[in-house]
């Protein structure tokens, strides 16, 4: 592994060691949880007196409001804090801090105890997760933490740095490692929710990556499709079979039963499947921490990766998919309502305000465009956040970034012409605005996406 990095990662790794009585602080998505995993396992492995914490946002006011409810000398970020130096520097000036994270790192300020890719010419945004971070400093503390290895590839999948099946760079080393040292096992099948512990019709309803429209939280629908496929739902015990349970054969009825349904390419449905220790699929068990961030309960996570609690991985998996059905069809019953479904050039916009809560307007955008819920190449999600705040998220297909045009460089444009704040990455970005500038955003993004492509260069694109 790069030299640079882990010097960098035995640093804070020494810090840890000179520091007790530490406060935590990790974003609230799958890669923040994941980090969070890693960060309890390893302190604790240390006998470090610690609290945890998670915030959807580090501002100012977030970060004082954490810290003086937790009165600690010591404050370690994971997955955020390297692109809010000032921040950091304002709230935490009289504490000991340190940062682990893959964003890129503010222009302004410094911070001595400050890990990141990028301040090692490494890409934060597609090699490493923060959770990758946090396991090669838990890795530097003590090697055997090197069982903490797949929570850093759950955090790098939530991120979507799992490209289709694969992983790179620092990603990859550390699928190398973790094989090595049976941590996980790469195989091919069904990528699914529930491999394991769940009958198939469960496994079926509770998938939300992809979206099953009308298999998805409908369990009529899902025993209906394996009925029509001619799949056995239970065993001659009577018994529900499991995902795991099926032959290779079966596996692949199910697939094309859901490739002749329309669902999704096949490419998302079969190829390398990543088994944990427990049974589970990386990406179904990424997609279950992302569900606890969403839901507001990412101590949750925590709580299924270190107890393996299937009976509340189980309830989160249910009640997310009913959030996300709920929001669907929100968008659905809104089609002709132009206040809430707008054209904007080639993309759809959504605006939501109180309907559908701002941690899932992501996820709904998503899913739109990966189905045919809205038949557009650029979704842009809003809903009211705060008292005062509109949360806004862009989401893209291939043919768009092809033309050369990013969601990141559009969120921050657009954003930051009305006075807020956005960024991300080429397919998948978002941003903040004041609530009182959404007529104005509307307006400039409506122009900045008419000027950049008609659908017309789209349409010959494809
Ligand atoms: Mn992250």
Redesign the pocket.
């Known amino acids: 592994m790069d030299q640079q990095l882990t010097t960098s990662a035995a640093q804070i790794a020494s810090f840890l060691k000179d520091h007790d009585d530490i406060l935590c602080v990790s974003?609230y998505?799958c890669?923040?949880i994941s980090s969070a995993v890693i960060v309890r396992e390893m302190l604790e492995r240390e006998d470090k007196q610690f609290d945890q914490v998670f915030l959807d946002e580090l501002t100012e006011e977030k970060l004082a409001s954490v810290v003086t409810d937790h009165d600690h000398e010591t404050v370690l970020l994971t997955?955020f804090g390297s692109g809010q130096l000032p921040t950091v520097n304002t709230v935490l000036d009289h504490h000991d801090v340190a940062i682990i994270d893959?964003?890129e790192p503010s222009e302004d300020g410094t911070l001595e105890h400050h890990c990141n890719p990028h301040l090692v010419g490494i890409d934060g945004g597609s090699e490493i997760?923060?959770a990758g971070m946090t396991y090669v400093v838990a890795r530097e503390l003590d090697q055997a933490n090197i069982d903490l290895s797949p929570y850093a590839l759950i955090?790098a999948t939530g991120?979507m740095q799992r490209d289709g099946d694969t992983y790179q760079g620092l990603n990859q080393e550390i699928v190398e490692e973790a094989q090595k040292h049976d941590h996980i096992t790469i195989k091919q099948g069904l990528k699914l929710y529930g491999r394991r512990g769940r009958n198939l019709v469960k496994a079926l309803t509770y998938t939300t990556d992809p979206y099953l429209s009308g298999i998805t939280d409908n369990e009529s629908g899902a025993v209906q499709f394996l009925r029509s496929i001619g799949i056995e739902l239970s065993d001659e015990n009577g018994e529900w079979r499991s995902l795991a349970d099926l032959s290779l054969e079966e596996e692949r009825m199910i697939v094309n039963g859901l490739i002749k349904k329309g669902y999704g390419d096949i490419e998302q449905l079969i190829g390398s499947v990543y088994i944990l220790d427990n049974g589970w699929e990386i990406r179904e068990f990424a997609s279950l921490m992302n569900a606890c961030g969403r839901l507001d309960r990412p101590a949750d996570g925590v709580t299924i990766a270190r107890e393996d609690d299937f009976d509340l991985a189980a309830t989160i998996k249910r009640k997310y998919s009913r959030k996300i059905g709920r929001y669907l069809s929100f968008v659905e019953d809104n089609m002709d309502d132009t206040e809430v479904i707008q054209e904007i050039g080639p993309g759809t916009l959504i605006q939501a305000d109180d309907s559908i809560h701002a941690n899932m307007i992501g996820t709904i955008a998503s899913i739109c465009i990966r189905s045919d819920i809205l038949d557009d190449p650029i979704i842009i999600g809003m809903a009211h956040k705060g008292e005062d705040a509109i949360k806004i998220s862009a989401r893209a297909s291939s043919e768009v970034t092809e033309t050369g045009l990013a969601m990141s460089e559009l969120m921050e444009t657009c954003c930051t012409t009305v006075g807020g704040e956005g960024g991300g990455h080429e397919r998948a970005a978002g941003g903040k605005i004041p609530r009182t500038e959404q007529e104005r955003f509307i307006k400039v993004i409506r122009e900045e996406l008419t000027e950049s492509l008609s659908k017309d260069t789209l349409t010959h694109q494809a």
Do not use: C, I
């Open positions: 974003h998505d890669d923040g997955d893959h964003h997760s923060g955090g991120d």
